[in-house]
């Protein structure tokens, strides 16, 4: 994986390419005060008064109007993310764990919590192969897509290598859906058949990782794109096999050398194999004690500014049931 296959996977490079078979979304420009400030743990502000300590934020009126602006040209409710990675190891620490936002506040708190976040700003290009040299100038991009319910057990991971599609893997295979097992063939052809018509040899590397989804039509949207190498999550493969060289097996069991035509299809196969998910690593306690001390003052700000919004609206609706 080179430096170049990273910036070529920025939502904002393949985005216009794929723009008909992915969810609709815009893309805006971050400006360098707001990078500062998902980067920065926060700061002790003394006021004027000796008897006092207070915690103050900076604010960002105009890039808080183009976000709301966007957010409701999208309907409403968005889903965040940077140039590569979205806050998914964050989703525990929103109101309603959830990555669905509907503000500024919102977006804040889980990229501050978020360390795929804090991933995209510090070392975008680790475990590139030629990281001895400079690394591409990024112009980081606020992306807002039009929130959706995915269900999780409709999403795919797929393999793309030499331009050929060689192996699917359940996205979140840490659970057993009993649909997968039940319609492996089917899956795997609406894949195969959306990746050839789609999206092969139409990106700009032949290397590459394609994040999918498969609705209850059987209908196959792009989800995200990804560089071909360790920085991406490899799932029910290991990288070790797929940069081999060697035809993967049908089985991710060792031992099992069976091959077949087409890409090969893995996904948990019963409950018995069903796991804990790995983002419940990000969970405690550095974002729970950040919160519970201070430590980290901003995200304390954004969350107690969430928290302050909740109150309202359920005010508001209690105010309308007494009219």
């Not at 995209?120 to 680790?126: A, E, G, M, R, V």
């Not at 949207?221 to 290991?238: A, C, K, M, Q, R």
Request: proline share 5%; with cysteine; glycine share 4%.
């Amino acid at each position: 994986m080179k430096k170049e296959q990273v910036v070529n996977c920025q939502f904002s490079v393949w985005y216009p390419i794929f723009k008909k078979h992915t969810i609709k979304s815009l893309i805006l420009p971050l400006p360098q005060n707001v990078i500062d400030y998902l980067l920065d743990d926060g700061t002790l502000v003394w006021s004027d008064d000796e008897t006092t300590t207070t915690v103050t934020a900076p604010e960002f009126p105009e890039f808080n109007s183009k976000v709301l602006e966007a957010i409701n040209t999208l309907g409403g409710c968005v889903f965040p993310k940077l140039n590569w990675s979205a806050p998914r190891d964050a989703n525990w620490i929103a109101l309603n764990s959830s990555l669905q936002c509907q503000s500024l506040s919102d977006i804040f708190l889980l990229f501050k919590s978020s360390d795929f976040i804090t991933h995209d700003l510090t070392q975008p290009f680790l475990h590139s192969s030629d990281e001895d040299s400079p690394n591409p100038a990024i112009n980081y991009e606020l992306v807002l897509r039009k929130w959706s319910e995915l269900l999780p057990g409709g999403e795919f991971r797929c393999f793309i290598k030499e331009n050929k599609l060689i192996g699917i893997s359940q996205r979140d295979y840490t659970q057993y859906y009993h649909h997968i097992s039940k319609q492996e063939a089917q899956i795997c052809h609406s894949i195969q058949e959306f990746f050839s018509q789609h999206v092969q040899y139409q990106f700009l590397d032949e290397d590459f990782v394609l994040d999918v989804y498969r609705d209850s039509w059987g209908k196959v949207w792009l989800i995200d794109l990804n560089p071909f190498g360790e920085v991406t999550d490899s799932l029910l493969f290991t990288w070790e096999e797929l940069t081999s060289g060697n035809s993967l097996s049908a089985n991710q069991e060792e031992g099992d050398t069976a091959q077949q035509e087409g890409p090969v299809f893995r996904y948990t196969t019963s409950d018995v194999t069903v796991q804990p998910s790995p983002c419940l690593s990000y969970r405690i306690p550095r974002d729970f004690v950040d919160l519970s001390t201070g430590e980290d003052a901003y995200k304390l700000i954004d969350f107690l500014k969430l928290k302050r919004q909740q109150e309202d609206s359920e005010e508001e609706v209690e105010e309308e049931v007494r009219q």
